[in-house]
């Protein structure tokens, strides 16, 4: 695979052995509980309606043959097909993609998009596979999940390790399948296949509307605000560029392979540059000191942004924070552990299912415009991108108002919300799972 991909920095960022489906399913029961539902709500939810599981046989370049397990969660298709990405990534596991699929529920919910949630993945290593044995990957897999796929169904997208290039190799074998062209089975495709404008750099322009918006509440002014950024794949980066337009000053950087730092704030434009052109990992900068990880948790900055993977904050990192603003654009970046410190701290954090949903808003625009073939200017897709943000975000810190809680219990708590409403209305719950008694 190219050092090229969007989200490579995610690549080796180790877990920390906490189960991802565990947490989620203890916030959706004290969600349910907070909220005055009875138990019956939680019984629904705290299950993926399907779980897939594929074996994916490649034929690798030294002509033996390497036997790959891939899974596909589909966690609720009430409001409409099942919709989220495709990880590759040697520590993909039932329960994360489990996880990763309600999260994608509660995050369609929040924003208000006619989807449920899925998600996918396989277990590997991308950079041990060359680019053919990684395009053979790609292909087998949709050709196994193809029954449960389709733009009415379950329609993927990328993730950690994967980027348009996968998901342009995805459609075709689609494609070919079919005997016929359904752009809409797959989103984050390359533009000239009926990708959308504005995709690539959604999940990243969403991030920095709630971190726009978070400043707003604390009266943080942002053009003398500091940054630190764990992750520089396709969501980090992209985050990176936007924050640095808004003039704040993003001080240290690291991914898989190392950090740098330049208390001056590092060069972005620059950076982007040697990233995207160069292939090479943000770490390679020269133009600044390394740093580590641990380091970069602890610095003295305004905004921290995990954008990696699983548990990144937790009981060793939380408690050197002094950030003013947590902005999880990566999925179940906080632990309980970590979260439990971040509120004792006084941190406002924007939780992942919020702040990161600008990539999947985006994934619903395309999808729209593969199902009227017809395509909108950017300018219309940022403006529409900026409307979902917004109304997710005045969602959350109302809820928040409310029920006096942590903005990550808010998020669950609306998008419960949302999921309870279309439940009550197909039937599946009566009035009497509106109340606990
Ligand atoms: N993988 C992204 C997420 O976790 C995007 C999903 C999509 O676009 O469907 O939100």
């Not at 036997?67 to 097909?81: K, V």
Request: hydrophobic share 40%; charged share 25%; proline share 5%.
């Amino acid at each position: 695979m190219t050092k090229n991909n969007h989200d490579k920095a995610e690549a080796d960022i180790t877990t920390q052995g906490q189960n991802p489906y565990e947490i989620v399913k203890s916030l959706l029961k004290e969600s349910v509980h907070t909220l005055g539902l009875n138990e019956n709500v939680y019984h629904v939810l705290k299950k993926p309606m399907r779980m897939f599981e594929v074996s994916i046989p490649v034929r690798m370049d030294d002509g033996s043959i390497e036997n790959f397990t891939g899974y596909r969660s589909q966690h609720i298709d009430i409001l409409g097909p099942t919709k989220g990405g495709i990880r590759f990534h040697p520590k993909v596991t039932v329960d994360e993609v489990k996880a990763l699929s309600i999260w994608m529920s509660l995050k369609a919910a929040i924003v208000d998009l006619p989807f449920g949630g899925g998600k996918g993945g396989v277990i590997v290593d991308p950079e041990k596979l060359s680019e053919r044995e990684l395009e053979t990957l790609s292909r087998t897999y949709i050709r196994k999940i193809t029954p449960i796929i389709g733009p009415q169904k379950d329609i993927p997208a990328p993730d950690v390790n994967t980027n348009p290039e996968v998901m342009g190799w995805m459609v075709d074998e689609f494609d070919q399948l079919r005997g016929y062209n359904i752009p809409g089975m797959v989103t984050g495709k390359p533009i000239i296949i009926g990708g959308s404008l504005g995709r690539l750099e959604a999940t990243g322009r969403g991030v920095v509307i709630t971190i726009r918006e978070a400043a707003r509440v604390l009266d943080l002014d942002l053009s003398n605000a500091t940054a630190a950024l764990q992750g520089f794949g396709n969501v980090g980066s992209m985050t990176a560029k936007f924050l640095h337009e808004l003039g704040v000053k993003i001080v240290a950087v690291t991914d898989a392979k190392g950090g740098i730092y330049n208390k001056e704030g590092l060069d972005i434009p620059d950076l982007l540059d040697f990233v995207g052109d160069k292939e090479n990992y943000a770490s390679d900068y020269k133009n600044a000191d390394p740093i580590t990880n641990e380091e970069m948790f602890g610095l003295d900055v305004d905004i921290l942004i995990p954008a990696a993977i699983e548990n990144q904050v937790n009981k060793q990192t939380a408690p050197t924070i002094k950030a003013k603003i947590l902005a999880e654009a990566a999925n179940g970046p906080t632990t309980p552990e970590g979260d439990k410190i971040l509120e004792e701290k006084g941190i406002f954090v924007i939780p992942d299912i919020l702040c990161n949903a600008g990539g999947v808003t985006v994934s619903y625009f395309e999808w729209v415009q593969n199902n009227m073939n017809y395509y909108w200017k950017e300018d219309e897709i940022n403006k529409k991108l900026e409307e979902k943000m917004l109304f997710g975000f005045e969602s959350v810190t109302e809820m928040r108002k409310e029920k006096d809680c942590r903005m990550r219990d808010a998020a669950y708590m609306v998008g419960i919300n949302h999921l309870v409403k279309a439940m009550h209305a197909r039937g599946w719950i009566k009035d009497s799972d509106l109340s606990q008694s």
